[in-house]
Structures are given as structure tokens and as C-alpha cells.
T-cell receptor, first 114, second 114 residues
Framework: AQSVTQLDSQVPVFEEAPVELRCNYS??????LFWYVQYPNQGLQLLLK??????LVKGINGFEAEFNKSQTSFHLRKPSVHISDTAEYFCAVSDQTGANNLFFGTGTRLTVIP | KAGVTQTPRYLIKTRGQQVTLSCSPI?????VSWYQQTPGQGLQFLFE???????NKGNFPGRFSGRQFSNSRSEMNVSTLELGDSALYLC?????????????FGPGTRLTVL
């Protein structure tokens, strides 16, 4: 089975400052990795995903993440945040069996301070 | 292109009742997955349907069930509701199985059990 740990439940950051949201995973098999964002009263939106290939993945809204297999991490970064980035961010993992079930972390609440 | 729709958006039930939630996937998508989101347990996978067959199931009691129709619309049913079933229920659709097919999430149905 897989599991995901998001080390920070809340991250406050000033507008235009950089941010890193941390994600570590545990799995005995090869995995796919994802970051989703959830705005208030909305469903989840995919920010980016790592399936294979380059370990640096670029996503929407200026976000990127780097897959580090040796450290079993998939941290999310953005060089300059905006007020509109205030939301809940979820890291998720799935095995490569072809199933669509995702294992999610507990989420990180990003608050951008003007 | 219309997104994933879920009905109803909000629902209030009392303990012991049963409830049916509906999910209409994006046109052309054949896979539908259901997730439960609660403050305590976070996001947990319930089950996945593909071509009217349940392909995967999460670790939930038998009170939680679902089905998929020939037009790919899906319903989930919870019988004998308990207070702990209060949650946001999210549906996600994808074109096919396997996470090379991106999952698109609906806005969710918020179920409150009194």
C-alpha cells in the first residue's frame, strides 16, 4: 500500500514570496505522483503530475515539483505567490497497476498574506 | 465542454436513513471514481467504476455501494447513515483506466447527517 505525508498543515507566506509545500511518500512499488489544489467550496483541480521521464515537472499557475526517488519526496514550489493561490493543496500517490485510486495526503493550507 | 456534475450539492439526512448521490462524468469519459473527504480522515478512495463494473474498492463498510449506468453516469448509495458519514463526497471522471488518463473532479456533494 501507499501513503503520503504532507509535513505542514498550514503555510502562511507573503505575496510575491517563494513557497515550498512538502510531500513525502511511502511505497514498495513504483508510483505516480500528483498535486491537486482545492479552492473553497470546489472540487479538486490537478496542478501537475509525475508519471515518468524528467523529474522536474511543470504545472499550471506557475507551480512546479521535483520528484526525488532517493528521498521519496515530491515537493511543490512556486517562485512568487499571488493572493489567488490561497487554497488547500493535496499531494497524492498511486501505484502503477492501472487502477484509478489515489492515496491523498492530509493537505496543506496555503495562505498568502498581502 | 461541460465538467463533472454532482447532484445534489447539499444534503441533510438523519441517522438510519439512506442516501443516493449522483455523478455525471464528462462526455466521453468511461471511468468514475468516488472519494470521501472529512476533516479527520482527509480524502479517501471509495470505489471506481469502468464500463458499468466496479474495478476497485477502498476500505469502506458494505453500507457504501455504487453503480454505473450504460451512459457512464454513476450513483453511490449509503444505507443506514451514521453521524460519521457526514462528509464531502467527490466524484472524478477520466477517459479510461490508469492514471495516464487525468481524473477531473466534480464540486462534490456535502452530506450532513444529524
Amino acid at each position: 500500500a501507499q501513503s503520503v505525508t504532507q509535513l505542514d498543515s498550514q503555510v502562511p507566506v507573503f505575496e510575491e514570496a517563494p513557497v515550498e509545500l512538502r510531500c513525502n511518500y511511502s511505497s514498495s512499488v513504483s508510483v505516480y505522483l500528483f498535486w491537486y489544489v482545492q479552492y473553497p467550496n470546489q472540487g479538486l483541480q490537478l496542478l501537475l503530475k509525475y508519471l515518468s521521464g524528467s523529474t522536474l515537472v511543470k504545472g499550471i499557475n506557475g507551480f512546479e515539483a521535483e520528484f526525488n526517488k532517493s528521498q521519496t519526496s515530491f515537493h511543490l514550489r512556486k517562485p512568487s505567490v499571488h493572493i489567488s493561490d490561497t487554497a488547500e493543496y493535496f499531494c497524492a500517490v498511486s501505484d502503477q497497476t492501472g487502477a484509478n485510486n489515489l492515496f491523498f495526503g492530509t493537505g496543506t493550507r496555503l495562505t498568502v498574506i498581502p | 465542454k461541460a465538467g463533472v456534475t454532482q447532484t445534489p450539492r447539499y444534503l441533510i439526512k438523519t441517522r438510519g436513513q439512506q442516501v443516493t448521490l449522483s455523478c455525471s462524468p464528462i462526455s466521453g469519459h468511461r471511468s468514475v471514481s468516488w472519494y470521501q473527504q472529512t476533516p479527520g480522515q482527509g480524502l479517501q478512495f471509495l470505489f471506481e467504476y469502468f464500463s458499468e463494473t466496479q474495478r476497485n474498492k477502498g476500505n469502506f463498510p458494505g453500507r457504501f455501494s455504487g453503480r454505473q449506468f450504460s451512459n457512464s453516469r454513476s450513483e453511490m448509495n449509503v444505507s443506514t447513515l451514521e453521524l460519521g458519514d457526514s462528509a464531502l463526497y467527490l466524484c472524478a471522471s477520466s477517459r479510461g483506466q490508469g492514471l495516464y488518463n487525468e481524473q477531473f473532479f466534480g464540486p462534490g456533494t456535502r452530506l450532513t447527517v444529524l
